[in-house]
Nanobody, 115 residues
Framework: VQLAESGGGLVQPGGSVRLSCTAS????????MSWYRQAPGKERELVAEILNAGVIKYHDDVKGRFTISRQLGTNTVHLQANALKPEDTAVYYCHVIENGLYEYWGQGTQVTVSS
């Protein structure tokens, strides 16, 4: 499975950004699609995930501001990030679990929130 990420960039505080990630391979074997982020000097953390059963989870810091969605019938997941804060600045990584056994990471996309 290969992951292709897009989106990110420089955005002002209060602004929005939309990240997208498309995974190759059989969509029926992908159990979960997620976004993680890693800020300088910090550990990588889960931002949001969406499971095949429709379960969605968010990090407490992004609840009400970020929305994760998966295009029906595809291996594409989006992260709509609104009301961005400087502390949201990080490299955002797409993460996929296939067949409950294998996990894959995207190469990451930088999101910088600054005026």
């Amino acid at each position: 499975v290969q992951l292709a990420e897009s989106g990110g960039g420089l955005v002002q505080p209060g602004g929005s950004v939309r990240l997208s990630c498309t995974a190759s391979g059989n969509q029926w074997l992908i159990n979960a699609m997620s976004w993680y982020r890693q800020a300088p000097g910090k550990e990588r953390e889960l931002v949001a995930e969406i499971l095949n059963a429709g379960v969605i989870k968010y990090h407490d810091d992004v609840k009400g501001r970020f929305t994760i969605s998966r295009q029906l019938g595809t291996n594409t997941v989006h992260l709509q990030a609104n009301a961005l804060k400087p502390e949201d600045t990080a490299v955002y990584y797409c993460h996929v679990i296939e067949n409950g056994l294998y996990e894959y990471w995207g190469q990451g996309t930088q999101v910088t929130v600054s005026s």
